[in-house]
């Protein structure tokens, strides 16, 4: 279970990335970066290959969350409303 939590917040930064990332290469980058960090740890804590499905899942629920937050900023959404 803690593998999903780390999964999950560990993506909610690289969401936020995502969102102001114009160029798609610095996109898939960091929608990419924390693959190899939770192989890592799925294989170390000797994990089953059933967790991957949860541990994606939740990955993607963190990139959209960082991408939701990062656009409730306070700072984006006054400048938003400057343009």
């Known amino acids: 279970m ?3 939590l780390i999964s999950f917040l560990l993506n909610i930064p690289m969401g936020m990335l995502v969102d102001g990332a114009k160029n798609l290469a610095l996109k898939l980058l960091f929608i ?4 190899p960090i939770l192989m890592l ?3 170390t804590w000797q994990l089953e290959k059933l967790f991957i499905i949860a541990i994606i899942l939740f990955a993607i629920i963190g990139l959209l969350t960082g991408k939701w937050m990062n656009k409730r900023r306070p700072q984006n959404i ?3 409303k400057n343009v």
């Open 2 to 4: 803690a593998i999903i």
């Open 32 to 35: 990419h970066l924390p693959v």
């Open 41 to 43: 740890l799925r294989k």
């Open 78 to 80: 006054s400048a938003k």
